[in-house]
């Protein structure tokens, strides 16, 4: 069966994101809507997430989202999860910006992994969301142990009384937009390839490391990442740009940034750690909201025979993202 774990809706101006099943309100709809983990919210997930919204406006109905949290993958294979785009979290503020009307995150659990595909079909897209149509793509499988199709969905929206729309994959830059294929892309370091698809630089939301020493003014233009426990980028050196802070206190630096394990100082430390241009002392502690940006990948990590060479070459990476940064401000005026 199909249980409720928090009750709850949280409201913006024009995107209602609620919590369970039980939190739709009763009399909510009708609807057009898609269900799916949306990893990534990239390019392919928002052309299908524009039909549902354009859809729903032709028919005077609301656009909802249905996706699940955490990943089922990290229930019911956890050796084999992915590591996430875009956790929930980083996912919600996305999709508000899409047009929907509503997202439903339902809690996924043991009870919703063995729910039949009819029982899911019955009580969250009819009984729940009103749904008159339901847009998905043509690999699309739910229900207990993956049983129904996009043909089996097909046949219940017959009975249940709502139209079924496959979609076929998005392609870009030589290839189907998928979130495996970007996740591959960003642990390769391949910022490129996962921008086209993305849409938007990849980015990582987080906090700074413990035991740094914060203090109400922070003056060293240094800051590690609190450990994350999703995608990163493949071990390298990164041009970034981080957010520190949040609303319009938040403050953005340049920078260069180290993803990796710092061998040239022995034994392997794991870290994500930014170094910051043009730096002037902030407010920090250990729960100041962060935001790195992922630019463009400079090189691979490796062990240099010193830390002295290590500070010579850490200098021509700053020369270099300099550069970049100096081409970037060009090009943007040039527009």
Known sequence: MITALANFAIESASCSVFRSVDAVPSGFGPSVVTVGNFDGVHCGHRRVIAEVVARARALHARAVLVTLDPHPALLLRPDKAPKLITPT??????LRKTGLDAVLVIPFTVDLA??????????????RLHAVEVYEGENFRFGYQAEADIAGLSELGRELGFRVEAFRPVEIARGVVSSSRIRQAIAAGDLTTARHLLGRSFAVQSTPARGRGYGTQYAVPTINLAPHPELLPGNGVYVTEMRIGAGDAAVTFEGVTNV????TFGEDSFA???FLFRFRPIALDETTPIELTFLKRLREERKWPSPEALKAQIGLDVKRAERWFALRRVLAGAR
């Open 89 to 94: 979290p980083e996912k919600l503020p996305l």
């Open 114 to 127: 063995r729910t039949s595909a009819r029982e899911f079909a019955a009580t969250v897209l009819r009984d």
């Open 260 to 263: 990796g394990n710092r061998p």
């Open 272 to 274: 994500v750690e930014s």
